[in-house]
């Protein structure tokens, strides 16, 4: 129940495949990105079909089997092409460049109410013209979570922990908040955390500040100081929804030097959002959210809104299980960059690999709307893949163009009074050759439309990634 509640219900991405083989023991967690939200203690008993690395997985440490402590790596590797990065602007890349990511961990359990948990990351990218990009390509040595967890969240399916250090956070479909899976630097906060569940609910409250990677030095991360966040998200089952739930949250951020069309200033803002969700299993499936944002910026107020939605179907019975989708998204602009309320949606810290399967996106959530018909399917059960297509406008024409993540503003609104940004098609396949192995195969493409045509910077950027990924 925690890993689906903490992690399942993401925006709609191309489903993991399954190793060749048996089916695996049902108390046995999927090996995920999350290892933090991962139980081991079922291999205190002799289990039907072990794995290699079951002896470092669980390591009994004294009476009870709650008492242990567990070991795991994730390593991947990839090849990525990204040209013209930026629709063309600065240092360009042609031959593509090499990326790296080794995490080791380990979860010491001293009881079924006291855990210590610490991850090390190791992010490298090696022939890329310009060096890494900040936050996204390199991070040398540091240590990405180190938390003390006191309470049973891992070990129980119901009770209340408390979470003290540094942590992944990734509440609901990370549309507003995610450990930025994707790109090669993931994110985590430093702060603390109380969790409460029952096998019905979930209810997280939480005060935190970002982690500032450090793309050159060992060890050197800091939580960063322009950055503050807090909030809370409630997690409960929606009767009128068949087999449905739905999310319930308010989360607040401080920024000492937001940028927008407007000009920069300290901004703090307040979201309220409620979302409906179904997740993908058999027939129908949903995850349908609405937020508005309100609060200061400078001397002005804020009043930003959006509207996501994600609507499918899988036909279990047919074969490959097609799973055709539709997404349409509104993310509000600045209406009237003259007047005292801004109105440009922050996206807070979304998903790194948020309209694409893994690459970061071209285009940033502000200011946009988007409509994404999209496909999935099994080709067999270890071959998954996803094919797509995206159509971008602008919210409001007097606002600009952004980048993802950074917020940072590619073409500012005078740069063109047309609407339309332009479209994109991307693809991806995932193939598990053997368990704890999965490669993957990216492609994407940006097709510019009428904004870019009076823009310095309009060259259409494409991006094709080949990779690996070994997880015990």
Do not use: C
Not at 55 to 72: E, N, T
Not at 141 to 159: K, N, S, Y
Not at 311 to 323: E, K, W
Not at 409 to 415: E, I, K
């Amino acid at each position: 129940m925690a890993i689906l509640l903490s992690a399942g219900d993401v925006l709609a991405q191309t489903p993991d495949p399954q190793p060749p083989g048996h089916v695996s023991d049902p108390a046995r967690p999927p090996l995920t990105p999350f290892p933090a939200e991962q139980n081991w203690s079922f291999l205190s008993r002799p289990v039907l079909h072990p794995d290699f690395f079951d002896p470092a997985k669980y390591i009994r440490l004294g009476d009870g089997p709650q008492r242990y402590i567990s070991f795991g790596l994730e390593y991947r590797t990839d090849y990525e092409y990204y040209d013209n990065w930026m629709v063309g602007a600065g240092p360009q890349d042609h031959n593509g460049y090499v990326l790296s990511r080794v995490m080791p961990h380990f979860d010491l359990h001293a009881g079924p109410d006291f855990r210590i948990f610490s991850e090390f990351k190791f992010d490298y990218v090696d022939g890329r013209v310009g060096g890494p990009r900040p936050g996204v390509d390199q991070a040398p040595g540091d240590v990405h979570q180190a938390f003390l967890e006191i309470g049973p969240h891992v070990t129980r399916e119901h009770g209340s922990s408390l979470r003290l250090g540094r942590q992944e956070v990734v509440p609901g479909s990370g549309r507003l908040f995610d450990n930025n899976e994707g790109p090669n630097v993931k994110l985590s906060f430093d702060g603390v955390r109380w969790i409460t569940q029952t096998p019905h609910l979930r209810w997280d409250v939480f005060a935190l500040k970002p982690v500032e990677d450090n793309s050159t030095g060992f060890f050197e991360d800091h939580p960063n100081a322009q950055q503050t966040t807090w909030g809370s998200y409630l997690t409960v089952p929606a009767p009128i929804l068949s087999r449905g739930r739905a999310d319930l949250y308010y989360m607040g951020l401080t920024t000492k030097n937001a940028i927008y069309n407007r000009g920069s200033a300290t901004e703090l803002r307040h979201t309220v959002g409620i979302r409906a969700f179904r997740p993908p299993s058999k027939g129908l499936h949903y995850n349908w959210e609405a937020n508005y944002q309100w609060g200061s910026f400078g001397r002005d107020s804020i009043g930003a809104w959006s509207v996501s939605t994600e609507t499918g179907y899988t036909f279990d019975q047919v074969r490959f299980r097609p799973r055709p989708m539709l997404r349409a998204d509104v993310y509000s602009g600045d209406g009237n960059p003259a007047g005292n309320t801004l109105g440009t949606y922050n996206s807070f810290f979304p998903r790194g690999a948020y309209f694409t399967p893994k690459a970061i996106p071209f285009l940033g959530p502000q200011n946009r709307v988007d409509l994404h018909p999209m496909i999935q399917f099994q080709l067999r059960r270890n071959i998954t893949g996803e094919v797509s297509w995206d159509w971008y406008w602008r919210e409001s024409v007097h606002d600009g163009v952004y980048a993802f993540g950074s917020g940072i503003l590619m073409d500012p609104a005078s740069s063109s009074s047309a609407r339309y940004v332009g479209d994109q098609g991307d693809m991806e396949i995932r193939w598990s050759p053997a368990p704890h192995f999965i490669a993957a195969f990216n492609l994407a493409g940006f097709r510019a439309g009428g904004f870019f045509d009076h823009v310095v910077n309009n060259r259409p950027p494409i991006v094709a990634n080949a990779g690996l990924i070994f997880r015990f």
